[in-house]
């Protein structure tokens, strides 16, 4: 079965700190995709960044970061120099080659960023 | 910059009701979906459209919903007789393919409309 798990509901940084948000997978699949989404108190979901399971470097997207660990099937992202503006849920995602047509989410973490 | 749009925003309705909501897929996009949100959970996968067709659905997606494409440009999701629990943010999407494992396949979300039913 596909799985994607975030085990931390929730977590405070400080402003300009790194954090790196958890996410590890299951799936039995050899071809897939993995995703972080960001959820603003509006309720949109926006794209951050995208790791293929055959790309051999890590995702960068300006301060993300994807420490893509496949052997750990771990996808954590990292966000460099945070934001006030970071404050949001971020869900991590997967597709599988088999269930191409069908993204599923973790159940999100909860980023709260202190000025 | 393309996007997708959803209506209404924010839709309240009585309990056994129908409800449909509606969703504008970016236009040179090939599938669609939608996906619901219960206030403060995790995002969950509704239903999949390809080719005028449902390509897969959930558990949740019972003989209570339903979708439809029926102008190509419009993408609908109907809820024949609403029920508390399915007060939610409903999110619809689209991708223009579902990408290879060199392709991000993203999808591009509209921002929602929120149903409550009381």
């Known amino acids: ?115 | 910059e393309p996007e997708v749009t959803q209506t209404p925003s924010h839709q309240v309705t009585q309990m056994g009701q129908e409800v449909i909501l509606r969703c504008v897929p970016i236009s040179n996009h090939l599938y669609f979906y939608w996906y619901r949100q219960i206030l403060g959970q995790k995002v969950e996968f509704l239903v999949s459209f390809y080719n005028n067709e449902i390509s897969e659905k959930s558990e949740i997606f019972d003989d209570q919903f339903s979708v439809e494409r029926p102008d190509g440009s419009n993408f609908t999701l109907k809820i024949r007789s609403t029920k508390l629990e399915d007060s939610a943010m409903y999110f619809c999407a689209s991708q223009i393919s579902i990408g290879g494992h060199r392709d991000t396949g993203e999808l591009f979300f509209g921002e929602g409309s929120r149903l409550t039913v009381l």
């Open chain 1, 1 to 115: 079965a596909q799985k994607i798990t975030q085990t931390q509901p929730g977590m405070f940084v400080q402003e300009k700190e790194a954090v790196t948000l958890d996410c590890t997978y299951d799936t039995s699949d050899q071809s897939y995709g993995l995703f972080w989404y960001k959820q603003p108190s509006s309720g949109e979901m926006i794209f951050l960044i995208y790791q293929g399971s055959y790309d051999e470097q890590n995702a960068t997207e300006g301060r993300y970061s994807l420490n893509f660990q496949k052997a750990r099937k771990s996808a954590n992202l990292v966000i460099s120099a945070s934001q006030l503006g970071d404050s949001a849920m971020y869900f991590c995602a997967m597709r599988t080659e088999d269930r191409d047509d069908k993204i599923i989410f973790g159940k999100g973490t909860r980023l709260h960023i202190l000025p």
